[in-house]
Each structure stands twice: as C-alpha cells, then as structure tokens.
C-alpha cells in the first residue's frame, strides 16, 4: 500500500523562527506538489517538483524533492502569522496518474 | 476563465436521498478529478477522467457512486442511498494532460452533510 507520510503533524512556532516540514512516501515517483488549505477552503497549489533535486521557492516557502531517498522538504523562514494554514504533500507514482496526498501539517505562528 | 467552479457549495441530506454533484473544470484542462476529504485528513482520490473516459476508479469507491463526464467538459459526482458516513468535503479539481506538469487546480468543493 502506498503511503505519504507527513511531520509533524502539528506545527506551533513563533513568528520570525524557521522550521521544516518534512513529506516521506514509499513509491518510485518524480513528481511531487505542495498545497496550502485554510480552513474551510479549498487547497491552493504551492510548488510543483518534477525530479531529482528540483527546489523551488516562493517568499518564504522553499520545496525540494529527493527522489532517491524518497523526501520532499518545505522550509519556512522567518514566519509570518499570514502562513499559519495546512500544508498537503502528494505524489504521483510514476506507474500511474492518480494523486496521493499526506495527512497533511497544521501549521499555526504566533505572534 | 475564473477557475474550477463546483455546485452546490453545501448540500444537506437526508439519509437514504441520492444526491448529484456538478464540477465545471477550467476550460482547457481535459483531466478531471474527484475527491473526498474528511476533517483532520488529506484529500482522498475517488475518480479521475481523461477527456470523457474515466480512467481511473478508487477500489474504496463504493457501487452507490457513480461519476460522468459526458462530453468532456463538465462532471458529476452521484452518490446513492447516502449513508451518515457519506458527510465529507467533495472535491473537484482538473489539470491538463500529457506534456504538462499535471499541476491540480481545485475547486472550492461541496460540502455534504447526511443527518
């Protein structure tokens, strides 16, 4: 069964501090994406990660992708209150089409 | 094109009512998907269709769901007989296909609630 494991689960961290929200999953896939949900909303996409190495990065969002050992990475810098929200891993396996997403980290930034 | 639009927003129902869902995609993505996310949990895939052929069907979707894409522009999601465990957030979302990035865009989704 394939499985998209995100942690933490839940995030509380101070605005200005940095972190790392870290995305396992156990199949052989080249693409991976980040989505954002705020509550009661639908998902936004973030980054899209389509090989070995890839990094992108959006204000204080970066993504990387290892394909190797099967991780993706978002790290936060310098917090702000405005991220505070869930982030959504998914993968692609590369036999298929169909998305699987994690569990998903609640992240919440305090003043 | 303003995005993926679904409707309704929210629908309550009665146990044991069939109940239709309509998602109208961005107009040039041919791949079309399905899900369903629970609180506390990621989306689940239920269905994906390429065009107006449903290429893929979640071995956890149930024979009281049913999906069309009748002519490759907009889908509906049919849920039968709708049982309490049926409440969930049903999500649409439509991508484009070979030679893209198969980047998702989601629509705000229908939130239904079986009493």
């Known amino acids: 069964e394939l499985k998209v494991e995100q942690n933490p689960l839940f995030l509380s961290m101070q605005e200005g501090k940095n972190y790392t929200i870290y995305c396992n999953y156990s199949?052989?896939?080249?693409?991976l994406y980040w989505y954002r949900q705020d509550p009661g909303k639908s998902l936004e996409s973030l980054f899209v990660l389509l090989s070995n190495g890839a990094v992108k990065q959006e204000g204080r969002l970066m993504a990387s992708l290892d394909t190797k050992a099967r991780l993706s990475t978002l790290h936060i810098t310098a917090a702000v209150h405005d991220l505070s929200a869930t982030y959504f891993c998914a993968v692609v396996p590369n036999t298929g089409n169909q998305f699987y997403f994690g569990t998903g980290t609640s992240l919440t930034v305090i003043p | 094109d303003t995005g993926v639009s679904q409707d309704p927003r929210h629908k309550i129902t009665k146990r044991g009512q069939n109940v239709t869902f309509r998602c109208d995609p961005i107009?040039?993505?041919?791949?079309l998907y399905w899900y369903r996310q629970t609180l506390g949990q990621g989306p689940e895939f239920l269905t994906y269709?390429?065009?107006?052929?449903?290429?893929?069907k979640s071995r956890l979707l149930s024979d009281r769901f049913s999906a069309e894409r009748p002519k490759g522009s907009f889908s509906t999601l049919e849920i039968q007989r709708t049982e309490q465990g049926d409440s969930a957030m049903y999500l649409c979302?439509?991508?484009?296909?070979?030679?893209?990035?198969?980047?998702?865009?989601f629509g705000p989704g229908t939130r239904l609630t079986v009493t």
């Open positions: 269709f390429q065009n107006e052929a449903q290429l893929e």
């Open positions: 107009s040039e993505h041919n791949r």
């Open positions: 979302a439509s991508s484009l296909g070979a030679g893209a990035s198969y980047e998702q865009y």
């Open positions: 199949t052989t896939s080249d693409r």
